[in-house]
C-alpha cells in the first residue's frame, strides 16, 4: 500500500473516530452523495472516494464498499445514482446500497459498472477491515480484532496499525496488538518484526497462541524459529499451572456439592447413629420441589423465574424435613442400636419414595431451568468459572455456617451436642431425646432438600438423583470424622480436589475406585476420622 493511500486511509479513520464520538450513527441520505462519488473519475479518484467513505465511521457504507470489490456496484446513467445489482436475464435488479431497499429494475444500457482493479479491492479490503475495526461500539472493534487474529491477514496490519493509533480501549488495545503479531508472523516481515510479534503472543499465554506459534516453530529457522521455541516452553508451563488451578477450582466446586449432599448425613449419623439410606431421595424431594415450584411460576406468575429458587429453599427445607421427622417417628425411633437393621430398613424406604416419585411425575427426567444470574461463564486468566458453580459453593458455604450457628448459638443445638457427647447424661438432665432425635433428623433431611435446590440447576432432576450422592456422601463423613462439621468440610473438599487430579490420568469411575482405596486404607489407621468426636456411635 503507497504511502498516500495509508495517509487517506489514516486522515478517513480518525476522523471517522472522530465522529462517531459525537453521533452514533450517520444519516443515509447524508451519506448518499458521498456513494454517488464513486461513479465518477478514475481509480485514484475512487481510491480517495473509498477514504472518503471510510471517514465517516459509519457501518451503513460496508455494504456499497463490499459490492464495489465484488464488482456489482452499477451506476445509473441518467441521473449517476449507485445501486448494488443482480442479474436478472436481460435486466438488472437494483438494491439501495445505503438503505438495502429494492429500487425496480433497470436495463443493460442503462446502468454501468464501476470498475475496481486489484489495486483497488486490496484497498477496500483495508477499509472495510477498518470500518469495525474502528467502530463505535468496543464490542464490535474487539469482534473485529478477534476475527483478524483467526484469519492471520497480512493485508489487516496497516488497517491494524490505523486503529491501534486511535484506540483508547485498553481490553480492545491488547487483542488488536495480538491480532497484529499473528498476522505479522504470516507475513514476509523482517525478523526483527516477527521476534516482537513472538514476544506478544508469548506474553498472550493461552492455547491459541501456542497453536500458532508452534506452527512458526515448524516452519522458521534462525533467530524466528528459537524465538518461538522459547515462547512455547513459557507458555506450556503457564497452561500447566492454570491447569493446575482448573482441577483445583473442579474439585472445590465437587467439594462444595459433596458438602451439600453429606452434611445433613453428617448430622443424623453423628447424632443417632442411624445409617439412612434414603437421605439421597431427601435431597431427590428437595429438587422435585423446585420443578414444582418453577412449573407453577411459569404457568402463574412468569415475571417471579428470577426469584423461584429463592422460594423453592424453604419450602423443600420443610417438604424434606417433614419427610425425615416422619421417617423418623414411624420407623426409625423402634430400630436405635440396630444399626443393620436401619440400614435395611431406610433402604427400603428409599425404593418406596422413588417409586412414589415415579408414579407422581413419570420415571423420565424433568427439567428445572437455571435463572439469568445462575447462566454464563467468564474468564480468569486461563480459567472458565461458571455462574452455577460459582454460586453452589458460595450457598455451601453459607448453609454450612448457617448450621454451625444453629448448633453453637441455639438451646436446640446445644440439646444435641450434649446428647451426641453423652446421651444419658442429657436425659438425665431433663433433655427430651426422643424430640433431639425427630427435630435433628428433620434437620439433616431439610439440609439434604435445600441441597436438592442447588443439585437441580447442575444434574438431571429424576428419581434416581439421590442415588448418584449417598455413596460418596457417606465417605465424606467417614473420612471427616462421623458428627463432626468441620471434619466433613475438609473431607467433602479434600476428595473433591483428589478425584478432579485423578480423573485425566485415571478415568472417572477408577478414579472413585481409588479414592475408595485410600478411604479404606485411612480407615484402618484413623478408624474416627481425620476430626474424631466423642458420640454414641463411637461409645456403642
Known sequence: MSLVRTFILLFGLIAGFSVNIAIAQTDPESLRPLVNELAKGKYAETEKQIGALVATGDPAVAPALEALGAGVLFYRKSDGSVFITEKAGKTYKLTDPLTLEAKGE????????IKVNNKLRRVIR???GSLTLMAPDPEVR?????????????????ALDIALASETDESVQLIMEQARAAAVLNSDMDEAQKINAIETLSEM??????????????????????????????????????????NIWYGLSLGSVLLLAAIGLAITFGVMGVINMAHGEMVMIGAYTTFVVQELIRTSAPGLFEYSLFIALPLAFLASGLVGIAIERGVIRWLYGRPLETLLATW??????????????????????????????????????TYNRMWIIVFAMLVFAGLMLVLKKTS?????????????????????????????FGLGSGIAGIAGVALSQIDNVSPNLGQGYIIDSFMVVVFGGVGNLWGTLVGAMTLGVVNKFLEPYAGAVLGKIFVLVFIILFIQKRPRGLFALKGRAVEA
Not at 433497470?106 to 459498472?113: I, L, S
Not at 492455547?207 to 506450556?236: F, M, P
Not at 451436642?417 to 433433655?431: E, L
Open 106 to 113: 433497470a436495463g443493460k444500457r442503462e446502468v454501468k459498472k
Open 126 to 128: 483495508a477499509a472495510l
Open 142 to 158: 474487539k469482534t473485529a480484532a478477534e476475527a483478524v487474529f483467526k484469519a492471520r491477514d497480512p493485508d489487516s496490519i496497516e
Open 205 to 246: 499465554g493461552n492455547r491459541d497462541a501456542l497453536s500458532l506459534l508452534i506452527n512458526v516453530q515448524s516452519s522458521s529457522e534462525g533467530v524466528v524459529r528459537d524465538a518461538a521455541t522459547i515462547a512455547v516452553e513459557k507458555i506450556e508451563k503457564s497452561i500447566a499451572a492454570w491447569d493446575s488451578a482448573q
Open 348 to 385: 427400603g424406604i428409599s425404593l418406596i419414595l422413588q417409586q412414589a416419585v415415579r408414579s407422581i411425575f413419570g420415571p423420565t427426567n424433568r427439567e428445572v431451568g437455571n435463572p439469568d444470574w445462575m447462566s454464563g461463564a467468564f474468564e480468569l486468566g486461563q480459567m472458565t468459572i
Open 412 to 440: 436446640f443445638g446445644l440439646n444435641t451436642r450434649a446428647v451426641t457427647q453423652n446421651r444419658r447424661m442429657a436425659a438425665s438432665m431433663g433433655i427430651r431425646t426422643p424430640w433431639v432425635d425427630a427435630l435433628t
